[in-house]
């Protein structure tokens, strides 16, 4: 079963410079300004989750790093069966 999705109008203005961009991707690619924003936006968003996680990583690293963790790291070099 597909779930429709339900759709916002959003209006913004771009410089006319990224419009013309914008305008020949449009016609390079055959699909609506409205197409490539979505998939600008959803890429976008992509981007900074993927950043987000790498930051809370970093963090967590950090916070781990004082030698409490990687007391386990010898445990992954032995076989355990």
Known sequence: M???L????????IPN???QQL????NEFKVSKS???????QEYIK?????KIQKSVQLMM????????????????E???
């Open 35 to 41: 197409e490539l924003l979505k998939n600008a936006v």
């Open 62 to 77: 950090n916070e781990y790093s004082n030698g409490e963790i990687t007391q386990f790291t010898t445990l992954d070099s």
């Open 6 to 13: 339900s759709y916002d109008k959003v209006t913004f203005t």
């Open 23 to 26: 305008e020949n991707l449009k």
């Open 17 to 19: 410079f990224l419009n």
């Open 79 to 81: 076989d355990f069966r």
């Open 2 to 4: 597909q779930t429709e």
């Open 47 to 51: 981007q900074q989750e993927k950043i």
